[in-house]
């Protein structure tokens, strides 16, 4: 780690790898030889097409994506998509199932209501205050898509195997973990990702969608609000978030290049998660707020024993160069979020700090 940097456990925007800010900071001023920013050149120029295209080659590579789908980049965050996913998919008629997990696919579920569309709650694990994924779900065979969080960024619960649907393509909002660990494709019709979480900056929204499901796309919503006008386009019908967009494509690039692929990732992922959970678990001093099976890769929510404990623990952490530690402001606790680009390094600092303030205050 660089002296005057400290390890970065925020939720969202979140820790980006060092050699991707590094390679940024040295050709910020002259950008792949064009004596511009990259913050500079034109979205219509070679240089700004072949970002673009290489980060799309990247996402199709990395995923395994064949070419039924598509790769969109969009604006509005994933926030969009609870409003964009129903608006595109759902006509006169059909309906779409839903699964409550939390917070974000509450919003999701909102969203679709708010424009009278019929949707089908068809699991939540709300009287459990979100703390599992529920089991055994009957989805509609006539639903046109079956909606999930794939990853639930606040109370720290994940699916850990996706949901047999019976063929009903799932559509899932992956913000908080998209590219951490490998995908059965053929159960997805729709990812949709904010990008500021496991793969770059906020200002991008990173959106596959395959072929059947775009062709859904009515001609008489705003065209802004199309699937069909990014798909059309190469996401630059209007001018695209560039910068954004480039940060992808390097942190896809230090995925497939250094740390080695999406298997590769997926076993640091573990090897992370494990080392706090088996810390936690041992210990009766931290308690994990998630249910064992359902528990996330990405975000490790915890209480300590009082909420002024909790205080100490954030503000201690700061001070020994770990940040971010806090719970999201709706749940409290504390939460460390080890995302992709989270080295292993920041994971036993934090598991080494836990244990000496364990011994200090337990
Ligand atoms: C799982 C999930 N979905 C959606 C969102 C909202 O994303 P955005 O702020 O990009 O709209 C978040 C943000 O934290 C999230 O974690």
Redesign the pocket.
């Known amino acids: 780690m660089k002296a005057d940097r400290i390890y970065n456990f925020n939720?969202?925007p979140a820790a980006l790898p060092l050699p991707v800010l590094e390679e940024i900071q040295e050709s910020f001023l002259n950008f792949a030889g064009a004596g511009m920013s990259v913050t500079e050149i034109s979205h219509r120029s070679k240089w700004f097409d072949d970002v673009i295209n290489d980060a799309v080659a990247r996402v199709k590579r990395i995923l395994k994506l064949d070419d039924r789908f598509h790769v969109l980049f969009l604006q509005g965050?994933?926030?969009?998509q609870f409003c964009m996913v129903p608006m595109n998919l759902l006509g006169a008629g059909d309906s779409a199932d839903y699964v409550n997990t939390g917070t974000?696919s509450t919003k999701a579920i909102k969203e679709a209501k708010i424009q009278g569309k019929s949707i089908n709650m068809v699991a939540s694990t709300e009287d459990r205050n979100f703390s599992c994924i529920p089991q055994a779900i009957s989805f509609s065979a006539d639903a046109v898509y079956a909606h999930i969080?794939s990853?639930?960024?606040i109370k720290g619960t994940h699916w850990a195997h996706f949901p047999e649907t019976g063929g009903v393509p799932i559509v899932s909002?992956m913000?908080?973990d998209i590219f951490s660990r490998s995908l059965d494709i053929e159960k997805f019709g729709l990812i949709y990702a904010?990008a500021?979480?496991n793969m770059g900056p906020?200002g991008v929204?990173l959106v596959i969608i395959r072929d059947d499901l775009l062709a859904r796309t009515p001609g008489d919503i705003p065209t802004m609000l199309r699937y069909t006008t990014y798909a059309e386009k190469n996401s630059m019908y209007n001018t695209p978030p560039c910068f954004a967009i480039y940060t992808v494509q390097l942190v896809l690039k230090w995925l497939e290049e250094t740390i080695g692929g999406l298997d590769k990732m997926a076993e640091l992922n573990r090897k992370k998660a494990g080392l706090l959970y088996d810390y936690m678990d041992q210990s009766g001093f931290y308690r994990g707020t998630a249910e064992k099976e359902s528990r996330s890769l990405m975000n490790v929510t915890f209480r300590l024993p009082s909420e002024d404990l909790e205080k100490t623990f954030v503000a201690e952490a700061i001070k020994n160069g770990l940040g971010g530690l806090k719970g999201h402001r709706s749940v409290g606790g504390c939460r460390a979020s080890i995302y992709n680009p989270t080295p292993l390094a920041a994971v036993e600092a934090l598991v080494d700090f836990m244990k000496a303030f364990e011994r200090k205050h337990g």
């Not at 965050?77 to 969009?80: Q, V």
Request: proline residues 0%; charged residues 10%.
């Open positions: 939720a969202g965050g994933a926030s969009m974000w969080t990853n639930n960024t909002d913000s908080s904010g500021q979480k906020a929204c």
